[in-house]
């Protein structure tokens, strides 16, 4: 009998997830454990091992498609059963057209989801294309609020409704005034049209943004219409850091770990937020939610965006255990080897853009946090100490934070 392979459910607020890319094709072999496929998720990008040995006999779901949690999206049979066609493992085509549209133009609605006041069909048939361009998640949102998905842009794979949108949509008061009498429709739309991006006969290649960026535009957005962002920044010699780095470098290195300055950062920030509760908090509504565990979030550049796997209770870690952590994290992550509970539940982030060369960066908190750390490049300068000239390797420590709950005698209290 053939084993099934379903879409994981990788934490429990993720309803649904994307394939990228099959690693295996069907025909091939393959033993329990193995990566079979990767997935891309609202939390995490990773590799999904196979549920068990034999033979890839079908592909269900094609890379690009995003189905609900729990659904087959293929089967696995033993060694001497038949492969389905191969055909079936065929990549979905690109979820925009290749072509550019004219400046101007606005998108046709997706085909499987009928505009308003089309010829829909049968009560069953709509269903089944509802299910295929939105979760369950989506579509109990649009019950609650008596929202006719059909009339939600979907900015998910060949159009798929996703849950940022189906609340972007009930908080642009699109909702009510879908509500409202037929007559209020004729009236002009509130929000202009978008400029054109580009003027005709314009040498342009367009590209679809990967399905990880898309996430981080959707997360980066989403957090500045939330929280209004204030920064403070602090200059801050690291000689002392830099000769404690190099006295116990080749300790750290035999222990199996690397000593960065991301280290000792990361056990000063936890030490701190200890004595600042405000800076380990949420807001819910008009209560601030204070968190007791201190988890960490380090950001990590990958090739296709940033990722932050977290380090859960860093304050219970010395020195040697959080340099070991970031160290396991970070390379994991940049391996796809990360399990969706270690990205998940930070209270507080740091993220370095200094690696890079900056001197300082404006970083956006991470929702539901309300501050952010970013850490910039630590560069020998000349400045002045007890009235003499000196040379000191020095960095810009920058804290963003949300100015509902942070103030800047707090933000400098902090610091």
Known sequence: ?????????????????????WIKKVGDAIDRDEPLFEISTDKVDAEIPSPGAGVLMEIKVKEGETVPVNSVVALIGGAGEKAAPAAAAAPAPPAEPVDAP????????????????????????????LRTKSSPVVRNIAKEHGIDLRQVTGTGVSGRVTKKDILSYIESGAATAAAAPKAASTSAPAVPAAKPVFAPGED???????????????????????????????????????????????????????????????????????????SNASIDGDNIVYKRDINLGIAVALDQGLIVPVIRNADEKNMLGLCRAIQDLSGR?????????????????????????????LPIISQPQVAILGVGSVDKR??????????????????????RLIDGADAGRFL
């Open 102 to 129: 004219g400046p101007g133009a606005v998108a046709a609605p997706p085909a499987a989801v009928a505009s308003p006041g089309a010829n829909t069909g049968d009560a069953n048939d709509l269903e089944s294309r």
């Open 204 to 278: 342009v290649r367009i590209e679809a943004m990967g399905i990880m960026r898309k996430k981080i535009g959707e997360h980066m957005v989403s957090s500045i219409r939330t929280s209004p962002h204030v920064y403070s920044a602090y200059e801050v010699d690291f000689g002392r850091v830099d000769e404690i780095r190099r006295k116990r470098k080749a300790e750290y290195e035999a222990a199996g770990a690397r000593l960065t300055y991301t280290a000792f950062i990361a056990k000063a920030t936890v030490d701190t937020i200890r004595q600042f509760p405000f």
């Open 333 to 361: 992550a940049r391996s796809k080897q990360l399990k969706p509970e270690e990205v998940q539940a930070g209270t507080f982030t740091i993220t370095n853009p200094g690696i890079f060369g900056a001197v300082f960066g």
């Open 382 to 403: 000349v400045v002045v100490v007890d009235d003499m000239i000196a040379i000191r390797p020095m960095c810009h420590l920058t804290l963003g934070y949300d100015h």
């Open 1 to 21: 009998m053939a084993t099934e392979v379903v879409m994981p459910q990788m934490g429990e607020s993720i309803a649904e997830g994307t394939i990228v890319r």
